[in-house]
C-alpha cells in the first residue's frame, strides 16, 4: 500500500550549525519544513531531488538531502523505529535509494577536501569526517599555504563556529594550477560573500529609520541591499528577509514600512530583527530602473516598469515585492475606535501602537514585535492599574512568554474583545477560584456565553462619544496597499509560495 505522505511534528533541521525545531512533511510534490519559532517554510520540490543518505546523529536518525544544485538539507529528530518506512517512501514516492552515509571516527586532523555541490566534505580514507555548507560561510582568505574560513553565525546557537584554517601543502605534481587558489576558488563559488559589484537597481535617499535609529541611504541590488547611514553601514542579504510590513500611523498623515529579517542585523551587541522605516503620505518619489524592456520582462516577469513614481513608501514596496518575492502585509479589516487600524497602546516603558492582523499582532516600535496567532496560548484583558480609563491587554505564547500591551484606552475594549472572538482566540480567566464578578472581572472569563456588563457599558459610551456611529466603521480610504503590491487584509499570504507560507 503507498503511502500519499509523511508528517513528523518534532524534526529538527541544521541551520549554521544550530538545530532549529520544526515540523516536517513529505507528499508526491515536495518535502516542507516549517520552523517553529520563526513560522518560515522551507519547501523542497521533488524534481530537484538528487540523493538521499541515512547518518546518524547524537541521540536520533537523521537525513541528508542533496539536491540537483549542490543544496544540502540535513534533519534530524527520527527514531530508528522510522528507518525502514523512511526509506520504502524514497524508494517509492522519489524513486531514490537512501544510502547509508558513514562517517570516520579515527579523529585524524589530516586527510582529502572534496567539493561536492554547495558541500565541502573532508575526507578521511574513504568516509566523510565533516563536511561545511558552504553556503554558511562569509569570508575566505588565502594565505601561502592556508585557508581561512569565517563562517556566519546563529543567534540561536549556544556555542558557534567562528572561523577554520585549512593548511593546503605545495604539490610538485599540480603543475600551473595552485592548489591553495584552487580551493579559494571553490570554496568563494558558493559562499555567502556579499560584494558590491555593478550599479544599484534602485537608490532612496535619507530615509528616516526608527530601528536603528538614524536616516540612511537604501540600494537596492540583485541579491541584497544596503544601507548606508553616517556611522554604520549595513549589508543585508535578500533571502534574510522573512516579511514586509505596511501599516498605517494613527495620525494618517505617515506610514510604517517594517522589514523582518532573520537572522538580524547587529550593531555592536544589539541586534534588531526588524527595520523599522517611516515615510510621510504625501512624500514622493521617481526612480527610473537600470534595465531595457527586454530586462524587465525577463528578469521579473513584467512585474516592474522601468519608470515608477508615486508615494515612497509605494514605491520602495513595490521594488522590494519583486526583486524578493515577498507579499506585503497589510493591517487587515480591524479598525480601532480612532477610526485606525492602530490601538494605542504602550509597552513596558515605551509607547507604541498595537496593530491586530488577519493572522497575528504586531507592535511597533520600542521594541517591535509580531506574533502570529498559531503561537498565542491565550489572551487576557486587565484593569490598568486601577485606572478604569485604560486597560491591559496580555498575550501568552505557547512558548510561556507573556507581551502585555499596556495604557490602552477603554474606547478599544468592545472592538477588540469583538475581533478576539471573531478570531476564536482563547480567553484566560486568570481568577481561578473566583466567582464571577461582572463588574470586576474585565470580560476575562472563559465562557463567552456569559454576559459582560463591563463590557456593555464600555460599548454604550463609547457610542455616545462616537455620536451613535456603529461598529461597522469603513476602512481607511487614504490607506492603499495594493499601489503597493501589498495585500490588504490577506497577510495570510505575505510569501513567497516557494520559500515560506506566511503565517501571521
Known amino acids: 500500500m503507498k503511502m500519499d505522505f509523511l508528517e513528523y511534528s518534532d524534526i529538527l533541521s541544521e541551520i549554521k550549525g544550530c538545530m532549529t525545531p520544526g515540523k516536517l512533511k513529505m507528499t508526491d510534490q515536495n518535502i516542507v519544513f516549517k520552523n517553529s519559532k520563526t513560522g518560515k517554510v522551507e519547501q523542497i520540490q521533488a524534481n530537484e531531488l538528487e540523493d538521499v543518505f541515512f547518518q546518524n546523529f547524537a541521540g536520533s536518525l537523521g537525513l541528508r538531502v542533496f539536491l540537483k544544485n549542490g543544496t544540502l538539507y540535513r534533519f534530524a529528530g527520527f527514531k530508528e523505529s522510522e528507518k525502514e518506512k523512511l526509506a520504502k517512501y524514497f524508494s517509492s514516492t522519489y524513486k531514490i535509494t537512501a544510502l547509508e552515509k558513514e562517517l570516520s571516527l579515527k579523529g585524524w586532523n589530516w586527510g582529502t577536501a572534496k567539493f561536492n555541490g554547495s558541500a565541502l566534505s573532508f575526507n578521511v580514507g574513504e568516509k566523510s569526517a565533516f563536511e561545511i555548507p558552504l553556503n554558511y560561510v562569509s569570508q575566505c582568505t588565502s594565505g601561502k599555504n592556508e585557508i581561512t574560513i569565517e563562517f556566519h553565525q546563529n543567534d540561536d546557537a549556544p556555542v558557534s563556529l567562528m572561523e577554520m584554517r585549512f593548511f593546503i601543502p605545495s604539490n610538485e605534481l599540480s603543475g600551473d594550477v595552485d592548489p591553495v587558489e584552487a580551493f579559494h576558488e571553490n570554496v568563494m563559488k558558493k559562499a555567502s560573500v556579499i560584494n558590491v559589484s555593478g550599479d544599484a537597481i534602485a537608490i532612496f535617499r535619507e530615509i528616516h529609520c526608527l530601528t536603528p535609529r538614524g536616516r540612511y541611504d537604501i540600494k537596492m541590488f540583485s541579491t541584497f541591499f544596503q544601507l548606508h547611514g553616517k556611522t554604520f553601514d549595513y549589508k543585508i542579504p535578500m533571502s534574510t528577509v522573512l516579511r514586509l510590513f505596511i501599516l498605517p500611523h494613527r495620525d494618517q498623515r505617515q506610514i510604517f514600512f517594517v522589514i523582518s529579517l532573520d537572522p538580524p542585523i547587529k550593531q555592536g551587541q544589539t541586534r534588531y530583527h526588524y527595520l523599522v522605516l517611516l515615510f510621510k ?131 478599544e475594549y468592545g472592538k477588540l474583545f469583538d475581533f478576539i472572538a471573531s478570531k476564536k482566540l482563547h480567553v484566560k480567566n486568570r481568577g481561578k477560584n473566583e466567582k464571577a464578578n461582572y463588574k470586576e472581572d474585565f470580560g476575562d472569563s472563559d465562557n463567552e456565553a456569559e454576559p459582560d456588563a463591563y463590557l456593555e457599558r464600555v460599548k454604550a459610551e463609547a457610542q455616545e462619544r462616537e455620536g451613535g456611529d456603529s461598529e461597522d466603521e469603513s476602512t481607511d480610504e487614504d490607506f492603499n496597499p495594493d499601489a503597493a503590491g501589498s495585500d490588504k487584509g490577506d497577510d495570510s499570504k505575505s510569501s513567497s509560495s516557494s520559500s515560506e507560507e506566511e503565517e501571521d
Open 281 to 411: 503620505q504625501e512624500e514622493e518619489t521617481s526612480i527610473e530602473l537600470p534595465f531595457t524592456e527586454e530586462e524587465l520582462k525577463t528578469k521579473f516577469e513584467d512585474k516592474l516598469e522601468k519608470e515608477i513614481s508615486g508615494p515612497t513608501y509605494e514605491v520602495l514596496g513595490k521594488v522590494m515585492k519583486v526583486i524578493i518575492n515577498r507579499k506585503i502585509t497589510g493591517p487587515g479589516s480591524f479598525i480601532g475606535h480612532s477610526g485606525t487600524p492602530a490601538i494605542s497602546c504602550s509597552y513596558k516603558a515605551a509607547a507604541g501602537f498595537l496593530y491586530p492582523l488577519e493572522r497575528g499582532f504586531i507592535y511597533i516600535h520600542k521594541p517591535p514585535i509580531h506574533i502570529r496567532f498559531d503561537e498565542i496560548a491565550s489572551v487576557n484583558y486587565a484593569r490598568g492599574g486601577g485606572n478604569t480609563r485604560s486597560f491591559d491587554f496580555e498575550v501568552e505564547l505557547k512558548s510561556s512568554t507573556v507581551h502585555t500591551f499596556s495604557s490602552i484606552e477603554k474606547e
